[in-house]
């Protein structure tokens, strides 16, 4: 009897489920030091101070572009370009370059000679840093004009506003014309949503806004931890630290730490993309630099259609700016019929993603353009409307909310 129960133990310990943890991603070694993470078209990239890296199998494999010790060490996209910022090149000329093949041939543009720190791009415009200035071209980095006589160490555009975080916290709505300071500790990330604003700092900081800057709380105090990367998924945010990865689950109110087998310290990119979150490594320490966890686990989230949620959530569609797909995420209370439209400038209905009975859970939806038959979309602005009840749900509850997104052809 004694031994039964020892078999029946052994094969219970056998067959417990194990929760997935970080794994290395393709290639033991991309040369260590990932300071840009980037996917445009199914196609990932990873900045670091040895080469560029291009991978077309999701991370299996990697391609690298440029002569070693490029210091290619930001990346951004914009339009049909993806950006590359190369820094003290040993080889090769020092500036921003472009590709319009996905990565595969690359080009200096006329911001050449300079050491780039940081990128940033929306659909109109393609940012780069120096020591000594900010950059802005509106012509597909064909001419580039000053709008900042300071270095910054990372750039982000939200809206009509621009971030410059280095010595403190900048902004400008006038495309620098005027700065604005809206703190004064040294940073160097940033990320924003609207009126909510995230700065990260080198005292291992993070502080954040919710007023556009007119205020502050410190949600994130890890004293020591350079705060080097954020990241924002809907209510989301990531942080890569000196001391590894974090993430708040309440638009930043809290954060908890995600390391676990994590087999590195220093975390300087993020990139989430088909369902995992990738990071990148700044620690020649670890011969792996790229890593990757099922984002579902990293949120812990073990069935996304049996959560318990108190709240009616419609989430703002990642990527935007996107190009062929993009994603878009919800959470109802309440069991009611579901309807996700998405609508043009003038309020006609481009699509119906979702029209049908959902009981109460969390939910995701891709928007593919090339797989809804006839619909030939030209770039510009789009909203997509979640309507949850027809009338009123069987609890009384009712909900319709729409947000904006930006589709570059």
Known sequence: ???????????????????????????????????????????????????????????????????????????????????????????????????????????????????????AADNSQVLASDNFAVYRSTDNGQSWNSIGDYGTSHLYISGNRIYSASSGLKVTTDFGLNWTLLHNNPGISVI???????????????????????????????????????????????????????????????????????????????????????????????SVSVWKRPLSEILDVEDQNNIHTN????????????????????????GSHQTLKVYDLLGKEIATLVDEYKPAGKYEVKFNVDQISGLNLNSGVYFYQLKIGETETSSGKKFIQTKKMIYLK
């Open 311 to 334: 709240s009616f959530v419609l989430y703002q569609n990642y990527p935007n700016p996107f190009n062929l797909n993009t994603k878009i995420i919800w959470e109802s209370p309440v």
């Open 1 to 119: 009897m004694k031994n039964f129960s020892i078999l029946i133990t052994i094969i219970s310990l056998t067959f417990t489920p194990m929760k997935a943890q970080w794994i290395p991603v393709g290639n033991p070694n991309l040369g260590g030091d990932i300071m840009a993470l980037l996917e445009n078209n199914e196609v990932l990239f990873a900045g670091g101070t040895a080469y560029l890296y291009r991978s077309s199998d999701g991370g299996l494999n990697w391609t690298g572009y440029f002569l070693q010790f490029a210091y290619a060490w930001s990346l951004a996209k914009s339009n049909n370009y993806i950006y590359c910022g190369l820094s003290f090149p040993f080889s090769q000329t020092p500036g921003v370059y472009r590709s319009n093949d996905n990565g595969i041939n690359w080009e200096i543009t006329t911001l050449s000679n300079k050491n780039i720190f940081s990128l």
């Open 192 to 286: 924003a949503e609207d009126s909510i604003i995230f700065f990260g700092t080198q005292d291992g900081k993070i502080h954040r806004s919710t007023n556009y800057g007119q205020s502050w709380e410190t949600t994130f105090n890890k004293p020591g931890a350079y705060v080097y990367s954020l990241y924002k998924y809907g209510q989301n945010v990531f942080a890569g630290t000196d001391s590894g990865f974090y993430v708040s689950t309440n638009n930043g109110e809290s954060f908890f730490s995600k390391n676990d087998n994590l087999g590195i310290s220093r975390i300087q990119a993020i990139l989430v993309y088909d369902n995992y979150v990738f990071v990148g490594s700044g620690n020649y320490a670890y």
